[in-house]
């Protein structure tokens, strides 16, 4: 079993993964760790995938199934406003393929792409591979981890390339308020650069707050990449089929990319993926309401077990500050692990600069949820006590 001083200085990926390890070897650990839906992949979406087994499964296009494409531009106007049509759309295998197709057709070696901080480390990655350069900004609990326009303004460069934007965010759980999205498209425009989007969150915005795609803002669509997928909406993680909205020269840059990498998506999944996109989402409205008791009963947990948290206010996140505690979250959260059987993650994994927050997260039965604020409440109380003493 890996001990703390062999885990505290990884960061990022390697320290998300070396920590769920170390839970494995642990009976009966809750895992509060990773973003993934642990609800079943709604029953007509399956159905959906059984049938076409049925028939011929031939290789999709490039881009994706037409159909696919089409209904997602379609959903993409009802939703969000977003004059998009099927030509506008690509289908990814999963978001991870999304971005990693973005970066490369956006970025050239000394590009510089602005970044919020904290971030999901996969975006380091992708971009270090492209030879560009991520310029972080930062993000405050003051705001609840929304986007200071003015932040984002002190960054711009003659190199400034792109910004990244992740509304809601993962970690935080904060999302980008309307008059702040105005004001980045304004910049986008006053500065010619160019918005990449991450809404794979963008059905999980809790009221009264609402979702801004940065497309559907006047003049932007030309200007904004969109990426998001089926995989937290409906519960599809596994099945693995993201997707890009952007204007007609991105995706076919895109395709290019991709004629030489994965490939198309398999037909199966976008068979799957196209039930959901043609359905009603009323399975979407289920999900809402489970993980809105879950984001009422782990924020209750958190307040009385003394930590502060941002207001989370989209997704399946809560990021709180430990630093009442007295210990670096690394610590915390080994300790969490060890002595309470309940894995979550801490700030470092997601920043190098944020010693002090963890990363909760709501996906787990309220049940078992409850179990995981019982076992972790002791371990804080032992730490504050010993604090205070």
């Known amino acids: 079993m890996r001990t703390l001083g062999e885990i505290r200085n990884l960061e990022g990926t390697q320290l998300r993964n070396a920590l769920m390890d170390l839970a494995k070897e642990i009976p009966d650990a809750i895992a509060l760790g990773r973003g993934d839906p642990d ?24 881009a994706g199934l037409p159909d696919l494409r089409a209904a997602i531009a379609a959903n993409a106007q009802r939703d969000h406003g977003i004059s998009a049509g099927p030509e506008n759309v690509m289908i990814t295998t999963g978001g991870q393929e999304a971005l990693f197709l973005v970066m490369n057709a956006l970025l050239n070696p000394g590009d510089e792409i602005l970044v919020p901080d904290p971030r999901y480390s996969s975006y380091d990655q992708a971009i270090e591979h492209t030879g560009a350069v991520s310029v972080r900004v930062p993000t405050s609990a003051t705001d609840n981890f929304d986007l200071d326009p003015s932040e984002v303004e002190k960054k711009i460069t003659p190199k400034t390339k792109a910004l990244l934007l992740v509304s809601p965010s993962n970690p935080t759980g904060g999302i980008v308020m309307p008059s702040n999205a105005a004001r980045l498209a304004a910049l986008a425009q006053k500065h010619n650069f160019v918005i990449v989007s991450d809404e794979i969150y963008g059905k999980f915005v809790w009221e009264p707050h609402r979702h801004v795609s940065m497309a559907s803002l006047p003049g932007m669509l030309e200007r ?33 990319i991709k004629a030489h990498t994965t490939g198309p998506v398999a037909t199966l999944s976008q068979k799957a993926a196209l039930a959901a996109a043609l359905s009603d989402d009323s399975c979407v409205q289920t999900f809402r309401d489970i993980y809105s008791e879950r984001r009422q009963l782990l924020g209750d947990g958190l307040s009385a077990m003394g930590l502060k948290y941002g207001e989370p206010r989209g ?71 010993q604090s205070s003493s």
């Open 39 to 62: 609800l079943a992949t709604p029953e007509f979406i399956v159905e959906a995938a059984k049938r076409s087994l049925l028939g011929p499964l031939p290789n999709a296009p490039l």
């Open 224 to 256: 904004v990449i969109i990426i998001s997928g089926f995989s937290k909406a409906y519960a599809m993680t596994g099945w693995r089929v993201g997707y890009v909205i952007a204007a007609q020269d991105v995706i076919k840059a895109l395709v290019t």
């Open 315 to 385: 997704g399946f996140f809560f990021w709180a500050d430990s630093s009442v505690l007295g210990v670096r979250a690394m610590e915390l959260c080994y300790l969490i692990l060890m002595h309470g059987k309940v894995l979550i993650f801490p700030g470092t994994a997601f920043g190098e600069a944020w010693i002090n927050y963890l990363r909760i997260t709501t996906l787990q039965p309220t049940h078992v949820l409850r179990e995981a604020i019982e076992r972790m409440s002791p371990v804080l109380q032992n730490l504050s006590n």
